[in-house]
């Protein structure tokens, strides 16, 4: 199995209200991601977790947060969200983050409409 | 400041036409250097990592090659199935991370 599940695929939400977004892999991959890209735009770094603790916060704004309940599992919790938030968030894993050839293994994303 | 250029944007051919995608970088000590294919409303799917100047990678009808500052995708004969986005990652060393640069893509589009 070398997927990555990202649930749901589509997620329209309003500014008020609080979701999450869902991210399994069964690939023993000790280090995940979340990446946020917007349409014709490359991804953008905002989360990573190593052994089930987060190492890197790209200065993310609070309204998203991560959390990773063990090591298949991610999820992005949200609130108060603004239309700007829109986009695709993709989640992805890698074996170990500090290994050299550490390719990452991306999901389908989500796509996300604050309306 | 690191910094991934992708060249053309986009990029329209005709079946069988080939072509190269090209990547130029900046970055502090390359670790290592990524393409993807990214199709539309889907994840980055991995294609190929370089490491060193001179290294070549193939696969079907792809080959990327790497100098000390630019990587090159080459696409021979190509189909429409290999439309899609190709993105450029650099991964810089010196560091505990795995940060990925990406490059913002070059719009790949094949018709028959």
């Known amino acids: 199995d070398t997927e990555v599940t990202q649930t749901p695929k589509h997620l329209v939400m309003g500014m008020t209200n609080k979701k999450s977004l869902k991210c399994e892999q069964h690939m023993g991959h000790r280090a995940m991601y979340w990446y946020k890209q917007k349409a014709k735009k490359p991804p953008e770094l905002m989360f990573v977790y190593s052994y089930e603790k987060l190492s890197i916060n790209e200065s993310v704004p609070s309204r998203f947060s991560p959390e990773c309940p063990n090591s298949s599992l991610l999820n992005l919790h949200l609130h108060a969200l603004q239309p700007e938030d829109s986009a695709l968030y993709l989640c992805?894993?890698?074996?170990?983050?500090?290994?050299?050839?550490?390719?990452?293994?991306f999901g389908s994303g989500t796509q996300l409409s604050v309306l | 400041e690191d910094q991934v250029t992708q060249s053309p944007e986009a990029l329209r051919l005709q079946e069988g036409e080939s072509s190269s995608l090209n990547c130029s970088y900046t970055?502090?000590?390359?670790?290592?250097l990524f393409w993807y294919r990214q199709d539309p409303g889907k994840g980055p799917e991995f294609l190929f990592t370089l490491y060193s100047a001179g290294e070549e990678k193939e696969k079907e009808r792809l080959k990327a090659t790497l100098t000390k500052k630019e990587s090159f995708l080459h696409i021979t004969a190509p189909k429409p199935e290999d439309s899609a986005t190709y993105l450029c990652?650099?991964?810089?060393?010196?560091?505990?991370?795995?940060?990925?640069?990406f490059g913002t893509g070059t719009l790949l589009a094949v018709q028959p």
């Open positions: 990652a650099v991964q810089r060393g010196g560091g505990a991370t795995n940060k990925l640069i």
């Open positions: 992805a894993s890698s074996q170990d983050r500090s290994a050299t050839n550490e390719k990452l293994f």
């Open positions: 970055v502090s000590g390359l670790r290592g």
